[in-house]
């Protein structure tokens, strides 16, 4: 399987998002935010950063770079994509998913081992998990309050759309402590946690077992390996 990870100016998740798609055992593929070719890869990721410095709001520059044209076509049609922080920010500006990302309630940028719990398990990349497990995942932003209007909030928990939910503290001021969604089809998920920096052990987050050890964030990247082969 090939997957490709976008590169926009100001991205500097996206080695890290290669290194995790090639420990799953795929193949990562380079893609340049200036281009409309997808190079025939298999699924997509919006990796993390700061896209064109944030400026505007935070991945809405982004959202109308050229291969976001060819990425929105290819979502649409089913492939699947994951948008990790900066690229969480990028589907929603896009509107591949609802709602909005704002600035941290506490005005502060936030760096932690985020535990999670998993909401659903009906999409490209969280097949693997089990449903109400408990994981940590890094986090890392300065913009990750997650908005929307009470009707939308109603409508991504009465259809099952919230993928993940923060546990023990909410990082950020996001509402009804979501941290993470899906669409409809299942094939597009966006969260603000980096799973790409719990894929190996030694440089994880810390576990009852061993310091470092944590590797949570591998199962989003064989999850969509395995959507692959069922599919």
């Not at 979502?75 to 998913?97: D, K, R, T, W, Y």
């Not at 408990?134 to 009465?158: M, Q, S």
Request: glycine share 12%.
């Amino acid at each position: 399987m090939r997957i490709g990870v976008v590169t926009f100016p100001g991205s500097l998740d996206d080695r890290d998002a290669q290194r995790a798609i090639r420990l799953a055992g795929a193949e990562p593929v380079a893609l340049w935010h200036g281009t409309h070719d997808l190079m025939g890869v298999d699924a997509i990721v919006l990796p993390g950063g700061f896209s064109y410095g944030d400026y505007l709001r935070c991945g809405a520059i982004a959202a109308r770079s050229p291969i976001m044209a060819e990425v929105i076509d290819a979502a649409n049609s089913g492939m699947p994509v994951l948008g990790i922080c900066n690229g969480f920010q990028i589907l929603v500006e896009a509107h591949l998913l609802p709602g909005g990302l704002i600035r941290n309630d506490h005005g502060d940028f936030i760096r932690r081992d985020q535990r999670l719990r998993v909401e659903s398990t009906d999409s490209a990349w969280t097949n693997g998990f089990e449903l109400g497990q408990e994981i940590t995942i890094p986090l890392k932003n300065g913009e990750g309050g997650f908005i929307a209007d009470e009707a939308t909030l109603d409508r991504l928990e009465g259809e099952g759309l919230v993928a993940f939910r923060y546990l023990d503290v909410n990082p950020n001021g996001s509402l009804r402590d979501i941290a993470g969604l899906r669409n409809e089809r299942g094939n597009v998920v966006g969260l603000m946690p980096h799973p790409e920096h719990a894929v190996e052990p030694g440089f994880g987050p810390n576990t009852p077992q061993a310091m470092r050890s944590g590797v949570d964030g591998l199962t989003f990247f064989t999850s969509v390996l395995k959507q692959s082969v069922l599919n």
